[in-house]
């Protein structure tokens, strides 16, 4: 079995979605979270649906397949400052790290929060500019 094949399988399956959580923690640093990721509607993809009838679906379909967007400056910071933003916010709150959480009645949505608290999605942005220094 190939190793696409593979990444394949376990998605389509998708029967055992706490598994798909918990294998996907590492989020964009883990191949199964990007095949995850690509065939489902997230909270970040679902602007970008067509809704107009006459709007071409393919498009969508395509971007989501083929993504373009590797990232910007903003988004390199946040990357690289989110263990420290998730550890500092673990000292107010009990804060568990997640990967992708696939619905479980419609499996074709996601959500890929950074982490959960008891009583919300915990979702790290890094806005610009920013003295990342500040962060207490």
Same mark, same amino acid.
């Given at each position: 079995?190939?190793?696409?094949?593979?990444?394949?399988?376990?998605?389509?399956?998708?029967?055992?979605?706490? =598994?798909? !959580?918990?294998?996907?923690? %590492?989020?964009?640093?883990?191949?199964?979270?990007?095949?995850?990721?690509? /065939?489902? &509607? *997230?909270?970040?993809?679902?602007?970008?649906?067509?809704?107009?009838?006459?709007?071409?679906?393919?498009?969508?379909?395509?971007?989501?397949?083929?993504?373009?967007?590797?990232?910007?400056?903003?988004?390199?910071?946040?990357? =690289?400052? !989110?263990?420290?933003?998730? %550890?500092?916010?673990?000292?107010?709150?009990?804060?568990?790290?997640?990967? /992708?959480? &696939? *619905?479980?009645?419609?499996?074709?949505?996601?959500?890929?929060?950074?982490?959960?608290?008891?009583?919300?999605?915990?979702?790290?942005?890094?806005?610009?500019?920013?003295?990342?220094?500040?962060?207490?």
């Amino acid at each position: 079995m190939t190793r696409a094949s593979h990444s394949w399988s376990s998605i389509r399956i998708a029967d055992n979605i706490l =598994a798909i !959580e918990e294998a996907t923690v %590492e989020q964009s640093k883990s191949d199964l979270w990007k095949e995850v990721w690509k /065939v489902r &509607i *997230s909270a970040s993809s679902d602007k970008s649906i067509p809704m107009k009838e006459e709007t071409d679906p393919d498009n969508f379909l395509y971007s989501k397949l083929y993504p373009t967007f590797f990232g910007t400056e903003a988004t390199a910071t946040g990357f =690289a400052l !989110e263990s420290l933003v998730l %550890e500092k916010l673990s000292k107010i709150q009990k804060l568990q790290k997640t990967g /992708v959480l &696939i *619905s479980k009645t419609l499996k074709w949505l996601c959500a890929s929060p950074d982490g959960l608290t008891d009583e919300m999605l915990i979702v790290s942005k890094m806005p610009l500019p920013c003295d990342p220094t500040r962060i207490h």
